[in-house]
């Protein structure tokens, strides 16, 4: 059984940082795109990050390029999100997502076939 945990939520300032983990275990990810996703209160869910497990090749929505960072530890099996100078606009329910890498850069939400419940992160002004 496939599982995508997140993990590393929670209340920051402004111009904080977080890292958000996600742990990924019940099958092998090599051929497959990990990615972070967020959606807001009252907002659509959108794509954040992604990064292709067998090459980390990344790629990042314009509104968090220079302050996110997406990579990933083979050896454990889980992918980060180093989130830096956050913004009370960052603010969200951060999913991980895993999709079958087929070349490309992939930033649908339905390009994706498994989940992570969520993790919430509030930045204060």
């Known amino acids: 059984q496939v599982q995508l945990v997140e993990s590393g939520g929670g209340l920051v300032q402004a111009g904080g940082s977080l890292r958000l983990s996600c742990a990924a275990s019940?099958?092998?990810?090599?051929?497959?795109?990990m990615g972070w996703f967020r959606q807001a209160p009252g907002k659509e869910r959108e794509f954040v990050a992604t990064?292709?497990?067998?090459?980390?090749?990344?790629y990042y929505a314009d509104s968090v390029k220079g302050r996110f960072t997406i990579s990933r530890d083979n050896a454990k099996n889980t992918v980060y999100l180093q989130m830096n100078s956050l913004k009370p606009e960052d603010t969200a329910v951060y999913y991980c997502?895993?999709?079958?890498?087929?070349?490309?850069?992939?930033?649908?939400?339905?390009?994706?076939?498994?989940w992570g419940k969520g993790t919430l992160v509030t930045v204060s002004s």
């Open positions: 019940g099958r092998t990810f090599r051929n497959y795109a």
């Open positions: 990064i292709r497990w067998g090459t980390g090749s990344t």
């Open positions: 997502a895993a999709g079958r890498d087929l070349g490309v850069v992939r930033t649908s939400e339905y390009d994706m076939d498994y």
